[in-house]
C-alpha cells in the first residue's frame, strides 16, 4: 500500500466521524440498563439498526457514555456512506441464543456492516459480548448454530475502527469479510475476562 492511500483512508474515516449531526441511540427507542429481558433486548437492536439507517452523511450515531444498551441484533446493516459508530458507552450483547436471530445455520453477528464506504466505528467505550455462556454451551456442544460474531464488515471500502473496546466474544471479535477493501485497524483493545 502506498503513503498516499493510507492518508486518503484517514482522512476519509476522519472526515466521516467528525462533521454532520450526532444521533444519540436513545433518540430512536433504546434503554440503558444491565438487567433487560429478551423483548427490551430485541427494542435495543431495532433502536441501534434505526439509528445507524437514519444517519446522512457526515453523521455519527452515538452510544453514550456512562450508559450499558444490552441488544439483540435485528439485522445487517447495508449501504452506510460516510458514517461513523462512536460508542463511549457500551453495547452489550443479550446473553440467551434463544432471542437470537440465525438465518442460514448461524446466529447473526452482533453488529453486521455491508456494503459500507467511508464507515467508522470509534469511542472510548466497548462492544461486549458477553461470550462466556456461548463457549459453554458451545463446549458442551449445546448450539444449534454457529456461534456469532461480535462485529462483521464485509462488502465495504474505506473502513475505520479505532479505540475501541471489544470484550468476550461469543466467537470472533472483528471479522473483516475477503469484499472488504481499504480497513484501517488501530488501537483496539481486545479482551476475554473470563
Excluded at 429478551?38 to 457526515?58: E, S, V
Excluded at 432471542?99 to 469511542?123: M, R, V
Excluded at 458451545?138 to 461480535?150: E, Y
Aim: net charge negative; proline share 5%; charged share 20%.
Amino acid at each position: 500500500m502506498t503513503k498516499s492511500f493510507w492518508v486518503a483512508l484517514v482522512a476519509a474515516a476522519s472526515h466521516a466521524a467528525s462533521h454532520g449531526r450526532d444521533i444519540d441511540i436513545r433518540d430512536h427507542g433504546a434503554v440503558a440498563g444491565d438487567d433487560v429481558d429478551a423483548a427490551t433486548a430485541i427494542h435495543n437492536g431495532r433502536a441501534i439498526f434505526d439509528a445507524l439507517k437514519a444517519a446522512g452523511r457526515g453523521d455519527t450515531v452515538v452510544a453514550p457514555a456512562g450508559l450499558r444498551f444490552v441488544a439483540v441484533p435485528w439485522a445487517p446493516i447495508y449501504g452506510l456512506r460516510d458514517v461513523a459508530l462512536r460508542v463511549d458507552g457500551c453495547l452489550a450483547a443479550y446473553r440467551d441464543p434463544a432471542a437470537w436471530p440465525h438465518p442460514d445455520g448461524k446466529y447473526e453477528p452482533f453488529l453486521s456492516i455491508q456494503t459500507a464506504e467511508n464507515f467508522t466505528l470509534h469511542g472510548a467505550g466497548a462492544i461486549d459480548g458477553q461470550g462466556h455462556d456461548w463457549w459453554w454451551l458451545f463446549a458442551l456442544n449445546k448450539l444449534d448454530h454457529k456461534r456469532p460474531v461480535l462485529v462483521e464488515i464485509d462488502g465495504s471500502s474505506r473502513v475505520a475502527v479505532r479505540d475501541v473496546a471489544l470484550l468476550d466474544s461469543p466467537r470472533f471479535n472483528l471479522y473483516l469479510g475477503p469484499f472488504t477493501r481499504g480497513a484501517l485497524i488501530e488501537r483496539v483493545t481486545i479482551l476475554c475476562d473470563w
